[in-house]
């Protein structure tokens, strides 16, 4: 029986970008809506001119957000929506003075959650050396410097948690999509490089081929030594595994003792060849662990990707080649037959 892979959830990187997405949406959403109360208020208030320029930008801020809502919305977009905030400030500050510096602190809090990394950093100093120089100008000496020491102190913290979440996001990606075994990428990552290739080869006319590797009788190493050898033995494999595939190939543990290689640009027949070399360096070789030292073998098969496969396809037609390399004595390597034989389950 053929085994079969069915698509797996969102990854961690899309989840963040829906969550991205989600936050400064409700950013602009808070932003036009704050904006057509206080152009209410400023009309109540008499301040004509400044009431029409905040109603302006609190209907451009509430379409914005209506219009791109539950999408990425464009950087244009955001620098407007940022500009137009901080002409406002400006103006509130000059007319208000120290009732007008309210305003100033949450934009530029905001500016690391509208913008990226080191783009919303530039936007908050940005920020802050035009509100600092507004305050310094227009109020008195001793009230200006302590409002510009406060929007530099937020600024700076602000920029401080941009960089210490990014380090952190890193971190939990890595965590994520690596083996902490063997130190390759685990399955979470596949979707996306195979997708990649998929692009590119619709794009480009790019070539790629699936390598899929089987360690032979793995189970009956890890019940005669135990699996704390099989571990160190998995480990092994996969160095050696690292030597021979170039820097662009991609390699990932998929199982237990399965991995997945991706070789980018490369055609079958040159996959068959790298194949075998990965074959030869696992079988010709004995490991060394801890308390013995084993001989195993490896079994793989190889599908080039073929126009218009789906993901899910192509890696279902080089599981199809390794299953038949179980069926065909172990420690080969098979690739997918024109007539793309049915394979049966290796126990």
Not at 50 to 71: D, E, K, N, S
Not at 169 to 178: G, N, S
Not at 295 to 310: D, F, N, P
């Amino acid at each position: 029986m053929q085994r079969t892979v069915t698509k797996s959830h969102a990854s961690a990187d899309e989840l963040l970008q829906k969550f991205k997405i989600k936050v400064t949406g409700n950013i602009i959403w808070a932003g036009g809506i704050t904006e057509l109360l206080l152009s209410i208020a400023q009309f109540l208030l008499g301040n004509t001119a400044q009431a029409l320029v905040i109603l302006a930008a609190g209907i451009f801020f509430t379409m914005m957000a209506w219009r791109y809502q539950g999408q990425r919305i464009p950087i244009l977009i955001r620098v407007v929506f940022v500009a137009l905030l901080t002409v406002i400030s400006v103006m509130s500050i000059y007319l208000n003075g120290h009732i007008g510096v309210y305003w100033t602190y949450p934009l530029l809090v905001a500016c690391f959650f509208v913008f990226s990394g080191a783009a919303g950093i530039v936007a908050a100093v940005a920020l802050t050396l035009i509100f600092s120089a507004t305050a310094v100008l227009t109020m008195p000496l001793d009230d200006g410097w302590r409002i510009a020491t406060t929007l530099v102190i937020i600024c700076v913290l602000g920029s401080v948690f941009v960089v210490l979440l990014t380090e952190l996001q890193k971190l939990l990606r890595k965590m994520v999509v690596t083996d902490t075994l063997t130190g390759l990428n685990n399955r979470h990552l596949v979707t996306q490089v195979l997708e990649q290739s998929i692009y590119s080869n619709a794009r480009y006319g790019r070539a790629a081929t699936l390598v899929m590797a089987d360690l032979d009788h793995f189970k009956q190493l890890n019940d005669q030594h135990g699996h704390l050898f099989g571990d160190q033995i998995l480990k092994q494999v996969a160095e050696r595994m690292r030597t021979v595939l170039r820097k662009e190939d991609q390699l990932f543990r998929v199982g237990g003792e399965e991995f997945l290689i991706v070789l980018p640009s490369t055609k079958l027949e040159e996959a068959m060849r790298a194949a075998e070399k990965l074959r030869a360096l696992v079988a010709d070789t004995a490991f060394n662990g801890k308390n013995a030292t084993v001989s195993i073998t490896m079994s793989l098969g190889v599908a080039e990707l073929s126009k218009g496969q789906t993901w899910v396809e192509w890696l279902n037609a080089a599981d199809t080649a390794l299953l038949e390399a179980k069926r065909k004595g172990r420690n080969q390597v098979r690739k997918v037959s024109k007539a793309k034989p049915e394979a049966q389950a290796i126990t």
